[in-house]
C-alpha cells in the first residue's frame, strides 16, 4: 500500500493525499521522495489544471515520522545534510510547481504539515485545524520550512511560533497569513470545489506566469529593469494564443476556451 495516493479527475483536478493515517500522515524519506516525484510530474501535465493537497484519516500532517527522526539522529553530519536537501527539494517543488495548489487542512498540521501549507499558493482549513511549528521543542529548528513559513507568516509572527512552539488555531493561522479561509469542517470540501471552479475560469499559461511573476516581484526594489520586464512579460503573453482567445472571448461574451462546460466537470 503506497504511503501517498495520486488522482485526476476529468476536469484536470489532481488531488494528493498522504496516506499514513495511523501514523497522522508523518512522513520519511519516502514520503518525501513520492511527493518530490508527484509534484514535478503533474506540474509538467498539460491536462493537470489544479493540484489539491489533503491527509487521510485525523491530521493533515503530524510533520517528520518518529522512526525516521530516530533514525537521523545517528547519521553523520554528510548524511543529515543529504537527507535534509531531500526534503528541501520536495518543499521548492511544491512551492514552484507551476500549477495553482490548494492545501485542504483538517486536523493537526504540525512541523514539516505546516511547510507543506505554506508552500500551497492557497490554504483552506477546517475551523478544528491545530498547528504547530514544535521544532524547538525536540531542540530542532524549522530550518528546511523556514523560508516558506516566514514568506506566509511574516517575521513577526514567526519570532513567536518558532520560539514558543506552542500550538495556534485555524483562526490565528488566518490572521497570520498561513491560511487565507477557514471554514466549518463539514464545508471544507465545499469551499475548495468552489476555488477549484474559480481556478478553471483563468489561463492555465497565464496562471504559471503570474505565479512566476509573483516569484520575480517580491521584495524586489522598483527599478527599470524590473519596469522593462514586466512590461516585456504583458506583450509577450498579450501576443500569446491564449491571450488572444482570452480577450476574444471577453469581448464577444463568451467562455474562453479553456473554460470546461459545467457538465464536464
Known sequence: MTDVLATVDQAGTATVTLHRPALHNAF???????????????????????????????????GADLDWMRRMAGYTRDQNHADALGLATMLRTLNRCPKPTIAVVHGAAFGGGVGL???????????????????????????????????AMGERACRRYFLTAERFSAAEAQAAGLVHQVVPA?????????????????????????KQLVFDCANQPVTDALISDTAERIARIR?????????SAFLEKRKAAWVQPAGDK
Open 239 to 247: 501576443a500569446s494564443d491564449e491571450g488572444r482567445e482570452g480577450v
Open 117 to 151: 501549507v505554506a508552500c500551497c499558493d492557497i490554504a483552506v482549513a477546517a475551523e478544528s485545524a491545530t498547528f504547530c511549528l514544535s521544532e524547538v521543542k525536540l531542540g530542532l529548528i524549522p530550518a528546511t520550512i523556514g523560508p516558506y513559513v516566514v514568506a
Open 186 to 210: 463539514e464545508q471544507l470540501n465545499e469551499a475548495v470545489a468552489t476555488l477549484v471552479k474559480r481556478l478553471g475560469e483563468g489561463g492555465p499559461v497565464a496562471q504559471a506566469a503570474a
Open 28 to 62: 520519511n524519506e519516502g514520503v518525501i521522495a513520492e511527493l518530490t516525484q508527484l509534484f514535478d510530474q503533474l506540474g509538467r501535465d498539460p491536462d493537470v489544471r489544479v493540484i489539491l493537497l489533503k491527509g487521510n484519516g485525523p491530521s493533515f500532517s503530524a
